[in-house]
């Protein structure tokens, strides 16, 4: 009895933390897993508590269901806000995880920083540009001063192109390459056992 | 070998990158598996026990099974057997096949050149435990 419960209670925390997997995907996993417990206790005639123990907690296990979707996900998207979250989640996964998220967070601000300034263009034309003085690049982009001169502002109505091109540029290009980096991630994927590689099982 | 990991001056470094390796080769081992035909999860941890130590943490195999079953290298289906509840037992399907040949032919290629370039360092390590074990052996 007190073995069914506690199978019971894994199954449902477990089935509640596998939250944005679908829902028939989501028994389906639940199905599984509670086959391979009952199989484990029955053949290897350990006691629940130790297959339990040796599945893990069921929120780590639910963890590694969400990531693969996640990454799944985002390595077929475009989406600045879903690839952003999945590289999030490789950050968690050790320093070349790190070092996309922070490629990410930098190549999407400076693309978005372009495409913003384009719109700003039409609304405060005067205060958005890039200036040069003497042959010199001062300023470019929107600023609240808008450089004296002889300082003057080169790039005229060109700008809100030239923003938009090199802006969603930059937001593809950053995409890119968290989709990439995505799709070599399965190395990091994997990354959920086998540390114990050096203890016998059964 | 496990008395050169003894003397080793970093013998987590050294296990960790075992770890790492043993990680990394873990998605075609489980479709290996499943080259002769269909089995279900426990199975296939048993199968990699017995015939490559790779000793799974048992909440490994499922999400990569489910992974690769999302990206239709793997079918499954639900069998009524002996056992007194139903099991999902997972196959190759020909897209499995295909990506596992290249997996295995790069493995080979791979582990060919690497076992090539260790073989002096394997031969001095045979040679180290010969020398020690005849030194045992005599009084």
Known sequence: ?202 | MMRLRAKSSEPEASERWEAQLRKGALEMAALASLWHGRLYGLEIIRFLESQSQLILAEGTIYPILHRLRAEGLLTSEWVEAEARHPRKYYSLTDPGRQRLHEMAEAWASFAGGLTRLLDPVLNHSRNIRSTEDKQEVQP
């Open chain 1, 1 to 202: 009895m007190i073995q069914t419960m506690g199978l019971e209670t894994y199954i449902s925390s477990l089935r509640s933390h596998l939250g944005p997997i679908t829902i028939g995907d989501r028994e389906e996993i639940v199905r599984e897993i509670a086959a391979y417990i009952r199989d484990s206790v029955e053949q290897s005639g350990l006691s629940l508590k130790s297959v339990l123990e040796r599945l893990g907690p069921p929120d780590e296990l639910a963890a590694q269901y969400r990531d693969g979707l996640l990454i799944r996900r985002a390595s077929r998207s475009i989406s600045p806000l879903l690839l952003l979250r999945a590289s999030l989640r490789l950050a968690t996964k050790g320093l070349s995880g790190i070092v996309v998220f922070f490629a990410a967070i930098i190549g999407y601000a400076m693309g978005g920083g372009f495409v913003l300034s384009a719109f700003a263009k039409c609304f405060f034309p005067a205060h958005t540009g890039v200036w040069i003085r003497d042959g010199e690049l001062i300023s470019s982009g929107t600023q609240f001063e808008v450089p004296s001169p002889p300082a003057h502002d080169i790039a005229g109505w060109w700008y809100v192109p030239a923003a938009l091109v090199i802006g969603s540029l930059l937001i593809l290009l950053t995409s890119f390459v968290i989709r990439k980096a995505l799709r070599v991630s399965h190395m990091l994927q994997a990354k959920l056992g086998l540390l114990r590689s050096t203890e016998p099982v059964g």
